[in-house]
């Protein structure tokens, strides 16, 4: 798995960095994947995630990386999508934000269970979905302080697309990832998690 994980990252990686829309933006979208890769293989063999986690951790990367090559407003296929169902933008960004959530659910569920941090699947789970949402309104901080420090260049990490609601949509769009995240894949995450103790 390790081999095809890898081969899939750097190929998408390559790709997104050929001729992207803007470098600075693709810096910008394409480091949370960098530094991503730098995590897993520092904590690979101290504590190494189930599949499950490593596949949607790969799955992130990609939608950062297509993000990065095009800008979330500019994504051709949700272009596309956008005529065909009369939207007013381009909601590339808004899968990026549920990824948001629903990723990081799945880590942090698996973190608190294996180290022991959390008592009660309920409290678990409040836990989690509230870690998902402070990760969420401390990216989009950081979206304001780009914008800030960049000025008219950080339209494009920015991708609000005029839309007045994104900074709101965005971390609700995180949370909705995190609760579906946990509400589907538990019993699939608890099955690898007792696979991997045994």
């Not at 994947?33 to 951790?57: H, K």
């Not at 934000?97 to 409040?126: D, T």
């Not at 960049?150 to 995180?174: H, I, N, R």
């Amino acid at each position: 798995m390790r081999i095809a994980w890898l081969s899939v990252y750097f190929l998408v990686l390559i790709w997104s960095g050929i001729a992207p829309k803007d470098y600075l933006t693709w810096a910008l979208e394409v480091g949370p994947a960098i530094i991503g890769l730098l995590v897993l293989a520092l904590t690979e063999n101290r504590f190494p995630l189930t599949r499950l986690s490593y596949i949607l951790v790969l799955a992130h990367c990609v939608i950062l990386m297509i993000g990065g090559h095009y800008t979330y407003a500019e994504v051709p296929f949700f272009d596309y999508l956008a005529s065909v169902f009369g939207w007013t933008r381009n909601n590339y960004d808004k899968v990026g934000h549920f990824a948001q959530g629903f990723v990081p659910a799945v880590i942090a569920r698996e973190v608190f269970i294996r180290a022991n941090v959390v008592n009660g699947a309920r409290w678990l789970q409040v836990i989690v979905v509230s870690l998902c949402l402070a990760i969420s309104a401390f990216y989009e901080l950081l979206e304001w302080w780009v914008a800030l420090l960049s000025g008219k260049s950080a339209e494009a990490f920015l991708g609000t697309q005029g839309y007045v609601w994104d900074t709101q949509s965005d971390m609700g769009l995180a949370f909705l990832g995190a609760v579906v995240a946990l509400g589907t894949l538990g019993r699939l995450h608890d099955r690898q998690l007792r696979e991997a103790v045994t």
